[in-house]
């Protein structure tokens, strides 16, 4: 409460509608781990209408990469982003990614505080590992390259820390996963009330899901089915 509170005064304040915005948090304490700023500004460019809302920690680095990348935007072609970056404690960027439709970012830990909040998730990973730090129990999308060295681990290429995964990853690439996410949440979120009861409304959810999501439902299949196998077998064996 006691951080949700300024949240809720700094959304107002600067007209940021709860779960109508995107927010993006392209910086990490290592800078091995981000995308360029001129990547993280063509993205931003591709995604005007929305309402992006930047934000990243106090750190120099930190916020002279927020510069960059904001130095870099069209901001004649869409309004400018509204820039948080260096004002929000921990606790107040929990508050706000929760009010968020959906988040961007890299391997840091406010992509995790994003997922731990239940908002949809797309992170870029370059040379850490996406199957031991990627998202979980929450709508994401991972985007990395095809490098056959990554995960490597490395603080960039030979120690470099530049990292060409994360250098050549296209811009195209992420925008398809953001507009992936951003329809297959709203499916799960705008069932109409009317189908909110009887078989009807979960044959017509479940399509929906199926059609907006076919991996995400694939995968609760195989869960699902894998887990009646099992308590099949624990009752054949008992």
């Known amino acids: 409460d006691h951080a949700d509170r300024p949240i809720t005064e700094l959304v107002a304040r600067h007209g940021i509608r709860d779960k109508q915005f995107i927010h993006l ?3 990490s304490r290592w800078l091995f781990k981000c995308w360029p ?5 063509a ?3 591709a995604l005007q209408g929305h309402q992006l809302v ?6 120099v680095k930190e916020r002279a990469l927020i510069e960059d990348i904001k130095a870099r935007t069209n ?3 869409h309004a400018p ?3 948080l970056s260096g004002q929000l404690s921990l606790k107040e960027l929990a508050a706000l990614t929760a009010r968020a439709r959906l988040f961007i970012g890299v391997d840091s830990a406010p992509m995790h505080i994003a997922a731990g909040m239940g908002t949809p998730t797309v992170v870029l990973f370059g040379p850490s590992g996406d199957k031991e730090w990627g998202p979980w129990q929450v709508a994401h999308r991972i985007v990395t390259t095809d490098h056959s060295c990554r995960p490597c681990g490395r603080a960039g290429c030979g120690d470099s820390k530049v990292s060409d995964c994360l250098v050549t990853l296209p811009v195209e690439r992420v925008l398809a996963a953001v507009n992936a996410l951003l329809v297959c949440h709203a499916t799960f979120t705008s069932v109409p009330p009317e189908l909110v009861e009887g078989q009807a409304a979960l044959r017509t959810c479940s399509f929906m899901v199926r059609q907006a999501c ?3 439902s694939r ?3 195989h869960e699902r089915h894998g887990r009646k196998r099992s308590t099949s077998r624990a009752t054949h064996l008992m």
Not at 37 to 41: C, F, V
């Open 75 to 77: 901001v004649r072609n």
């Open 43 to 45: 993205l931003m460019d």
């Open 37 to 41: 700023a001129e990547k993280t500004a």
């Open 25 to 27: 948090h392209p910086a």
């Open 219 to 221: 995968r609760a299949h």
């Open 214 to 216: 076919p991996e995400r």
């Open 54 to 59: 930047l934000t990243a920690a106090p750190e």
């Open 81 to 83: 982003c509204i820039d």
